[in-house]
């Protein structure tokens, strides 16, 4: 199994560009997230989906869209991109359970100019 | 807001030596759980605990909890080289979040 992987690993944008970070998994999970890391703080949950075709807000979803069309799939849109936006990107997911630990990518580096 | 907080933000010790921090969150959780993170890498899930449960054991990692206080530590014991990393707790509540601290570094000096 590859786990979960995240495609691309470095990625630099201008101030309103737009791109779609993506993020599968072959483990079946039902459960999958996005988190944002800054440096120097934890992981902040931006959205997360439950099974295909549902999907919730996180903590900080703003600037961010998502969907969930297949269990594989995961993908993070960013519309118009922001330098507040410049950040470490991880996906991840889990069984659903309240006792199941989280999988998570290698993460994508993003920087806004 | 982050629900847990680790303490201290870094640790330095040398080869062999015992490393602890410690985190503290605000609300009732179901269970905690710590995840390493290597520099440039995603975490990795090392212990979990249930909120019923004092203590548990896995390998040189020893983590307890005490919900009275809302603070859980994580021990490495005979701290290797390889233990250089950070080190996050995750508290969850009702449903599938996971909601982080923001992590201690932890640097183990050869």
């Known amino acids: 199994n590859a786990g979960v992987t995240q495609t691309p690993k470095f990625q630099v944008l201008k101030t309103g560009q737009s791109m779609t970070l993506q993020c599968a998994q072959d483990?079946?999970?039902?459960?999958m997230s996005w988190y944002r890391q800054d440096p120097g703080m934890g992981l902040r949950l931006i959205h997360y989906s439950v099974g295909a075709g549902i999907t919730d807000q996180g903590e900080v979803p703003n600037g961010y869209n998502v969907s969930r069309s297949t269990t594989e799939d995961f993908p993070l849109r960013l519309l118009s991109a922001a330098p507040s936006q410049t950040s470490v990107y991880f996906c991840?997911?889990?069984?659903?359970?309240?006792?199941?630990?989280?999988?998570f990518g290698p993460g994508t580096r993003l920087t806004v100019l | 807001s982050q629900q847990g907080e680790e303490d201290p933000q870094a640790l330095s010790i040398q080869e062999g030596e015992n490393a602890t921090m410690n985190c503290s969150y605000k609300?009732?959780?179901?269970?905690l759980q710590w995840y390493r993170q290597n520099s440039g890498r995603g975490l990795v899930h090392l212990i979990l605990i249930r909120s019923n449960e004092r203590e548990k054991h896995s390998g040189r990692l020893r983590v307890t909890l005490d919900t009275s206080k809302k603070s859980s530590s994580l021990l490495i014991t005979a701290s290797r080289a390889a233990d250089t990393a950070s080190y996050f707790c995750a508290t969850r509540a009702a449903g599938n979040k996971l909601t982080f601290g923001g992590g201690t570094r932890v640097l183990v000096k050869p």
């Open positions: 483990m079946n999970h039902e459960y």
């Open positions: 991840a997911s889990s069984t659903p359970g309240t006792y199941n630990e989280q999988f």
């Open positions: 609300t009732s959780i179901n269970n």
